[in-house]
């Protein structure tokens, strides 16, 4: 134990020695981490995010299908579903997207009476008529109003309808709120020119949690034409996409490390006649193969974890201090207003696990065999140059 | 599947190590076929500087390999979040059945390269090296497992089929919506606990018996009851000793053991009890190789300090294993 930690001392005090070499290497090695770390701090980041808002939304929701795609739901399916034991209540849903041409961005339409999710107002009220309406951040910044000043929305028939708006919303999450618009429900339905009788969903809530599934059959047994959607199927689903994004980042940026491999390897293979001759005397003085291979994994060990302590640093900063601006784009999806971001530094053990596997392993990979042929090296053969 | 990060590590990791084990291997087949111990060619030479290749290689792959069940575990928990029913790990290597495979070579993979780090180091520490054919050969037979390693977690994780919503209709009805049973039978309580703790007790006693006395046949009985011992621990860790850490009568996972919810408690356990495994069958192991003179003064050398380790990591099984037995609130037996 002791005598390793003099090695370890030794081998520190060699690195020093050859700074600028080593320097050189831990940046590249740090910044290779780095941008590895990133992808996997930003999207679990995304996850736990997505995750975090996904808690307020409805056990089940039960969507009509039509022709394979999403239709309206009459509301008289209200009834049929809520006859069936075990639900607690059904509320039909107004809501639907908005393309504004001024701004370039979609914006989703919310009728009052049908939004469930607790939304923290950040300032004003909700709307209580049919001129007004509140906000969210995204809009509001896109825009530029505050509360009192108008938003002027194109209906269906093209026609201007003028707003105004009485909040602006901040929830605990972003995510949510960011493209909200908020409306009465009836004031919705006459600027999508929406039938009284037809819902964009249906929100399902459930006394006992263990009874969703069957609830979801019987839905679909009584109602054929309909696709009842759980919460725990849009977790899986956002756990999958967000998996494979990173996957995908990854997966590019593995090419870097492989470059970055190389570029180890080399430096490995090509030690300076300094260094050679170092390991002639110590060889020459007593020192053994496996000393000097002690060493060499010393050295290994002592640039990695740097590097990796560096680069997860850097990762971290990036993610978390400046919102990941390399990144953002590439992950979060292809929606026009984004949400600002601020995103809650979680970062789990698992990560820092995966992203040491992934990029210690084929470093230390690489310099075995180049540190073995060092370590072989004859004493008498260094001497004599 | 394939695109989740920690799959692809443990994928990029298992495939580095395959190199790393390939190479090693190449590099032993020529130590075996040219291996002459008396000669003072240059090619001799030669090969003695490849076995230092050799064994750093080994020690990397083994140190890869440790880490690599740890990732292994750690990402099959992660992932059952994706299938509907699974609660923890259990859950997520039922969803495919190569899973539990990928466990067991890993397993295999672990004890195996330690014995051979073990009885190179050994060897190494002898002037003529006399282990230097049984062990490029165990070398060489270690290689195709590292091999199966790779490929059963390609089938595994590659055969994955995490649910999601589809555009038809909501994944409960495509093919497999049934839960996945994610609950491990255990061995029924009392007869599970005596056997474990007839088993504990016959190996302290063996191994203090050894600590002791020098006679041979203690070292194999002691070998025959890591074994046991082994096995038997890891049928009560999922019998009692779970629902105790736990404080759950139904909660029977060896995995969740691992996670930040229990404090991580797991990794000592099992380490605990790999080591006490380990060092209580390396002496018994090494019984057939004190024939050699050189390695007999190694391994009296070396011996009492595995004895003591072994011990040492017994100890900190039990003690973790039955803390809760002892001193906790829960009681698995009714009144």
């Not at chain 1, 808690?55 to 739901?73: M, S």
């Not at chain 1, 979609?106 to 300032?123: A, F, H, K, M, W």
């Not at chain 1, 292809?334 to 530094?345: C, N």
């Amino acid at each position: 134990m002791l005598r390793q930690l003099k090695i370890l001392e030794f081998t520190l005090s060699s690195l020093l020695r050859r700074k600028y070499k080593n320097l050189s290497l831990i940046t590249v090695y740090a910044f290779t981490i780095a941008t590895l770390g990133s992808v996997l701090f930003l999207t679990h980041a995304l996850k736990m995010e997505a995750t975090g808002s996904l808690t307020t939304a409805p056990e089940l929701v039960v969507q009509r299908v039509a022709a394979g795609r999403h239709d309206l739901i009459p509301t008289a399916y209200t009834e049929v579903i809520s006859k069936l034991p075990g639900v607690a209540s059904v509320t039909p849903r107004v809501w639907g997207y908005y393309y504004d041409s001024l701004i370039k961005a979609n914006l989703t339409l919310v009728g009052i009476s049908s939004y469930q999710g607790d939304l923290e107002l950040l300032e004003g009220r909700l709307p209580d008529n049919a001129e007004e309406c509140a906000i969210g951040r995204g809009v509001a910044i896109a825009f530029g109003p505050a509360i009192g000043d108008d938003l002027v929305l194109e209906d269906s028939g093209k026609s201007r309808t003028v707003f105004k708006i009485t909040g602006i919303f901040r929830a605990e999450s972003n995510l949510l709120t960011n493209d909200l618009v908020v409306l009465q429900e009836a004031a919705l339905r006459d600027f999508f020119s929406m039938d009284q009788k037809l819902a964009t969903d249906l929100v399902v809530q459930v006394h006992n949690q263990r009874e969703i599934k069957t609830l979801a059959k019987k839905i679909k047994y009584n109602l054929p034409d309909t696709r009842p959607i759980t919460r725990d199927e849009i977790l899986h689903t956002y756990d999958t996409l967000f998996n494979w994004r990173s996957g995908m980042m990854l997966a590019v940026a593995v090419a870097a490390l492989i470059s970055f491999c190389i570029l180890a390897w080399d430096k490995a293979t090509g030690i300076s006649a300094e260094e050679k001759q170092e390991i002639g005397v110590l060889k020459a003085i007593g020192w053994e193969t496996s000393d000097v291979l002690a060493v060499k994994f010393w050295e290994g060990t002592v640039i990695s974890l740097t590097s990796f302590v560096l680069g997860i640093l850097a990762a971290w900063i990036h993610v978390f201090a400046f919102g990941a601006p390399a990144l953002v784009p590439l992950l979060k999806g292809w929606s026009v207003l984004f949400p600002e971001f601020q995103l809650t530094p979680a970062v789990d053990f698992y990560q820092v696990f995966v992203l040491g596997f992934l990029t210690i392993v084929p470093y230390l990979a690489c310099t075995v065999i180049p540190s073995w042929k060092t370590a072989v090296t004859e004493p008498e053969y260094v001497m004599r140059g | 599947m394939i695109l989740h990060p920690g799959i692809l590590a443990l994928l990029c990791g298992s495939l580095i190590t395959v190199l790393v084990m390939l190479l090693a291997s190449w590099l032993g087949v020529q130590i075996l076929l040219r291996w002459d111990m008396s000669s003072s060619s240059e090619e001799q030479l030669l090969l003695e500087r490849k076995t230092w290749l050799v064994s750093t290689l080994l020690n990397y792959a083994l140190g890869f390999q440790i880490f690599s069940v740890v990732l292994f575990i750690f990402t099959a928990e992660d992932i059952h979040r994706l299938f509907v029913g699974a609660m923890c790990a259990t859950g997520s290597l039922n969803a495919n059945l190569v899973g539990w495979l990928v466990l067991l070579v890993k397993g295999i993979l672990l004890f195996a390269a330690a014995f051979w780090v073990v009885l190179n180091r050994l060897d190494q520490r002898t002037e003529d090296c006399p282990l230097v054919r049984p062990k490029y050969l165990a070398l060489v037979l270690i290689t195709p497992l590292v091999v199966l390693d790779l490929y059963l977690q390609w089938r595994y994780f590659s055969g994955l089929q995490p649910e999601v919503i589809t555009s038809c209709c909501g994944s409960l009805f495509s093919a497999g919506g049934d839960s996945v049973a994610s609950d491990l039978a255990g061995m029924p309580v009392r007869q599970a606990m005596l056997l474990f703790f007839s088993i504990i007790g016959s190996y302290l006693v063996v191994l203090s018996f050894c600590i002791v006395f020098k006679a041979s046949v203690l070292r194999h009985l002691l070998f025959i009851v890591s074994v046991l011992m082994f096995f038997v621990s890891i049928g009560a860790v999922i019998s009692f000793i779970s629902p105790y850490i736990y404080q759950m009568p139904s909660h029977h996972c060896p995995f969740d053991m691992l996670q930040a919810n229990y404090s991580y408690i797991g990794y000592p356990l099992y380490v605990g009890l790999f080591v006490a495994t380990l060092y209580g069958m390396l002496p018994g192991l090494c019984q057939p190789l004190r024939k050699y003179a050189s390695l007999r003064r190694e391994i009296d050398s070396f011996e009492k300090r595995w004895l003591w380790v072994a011990m040492a990591g017994m100890l900190v099984f039990l003690t973790i294993s039955c803390w809760q037995m002892l001193f906790g609130s829960f009681k698995l037996f009714g009144y």
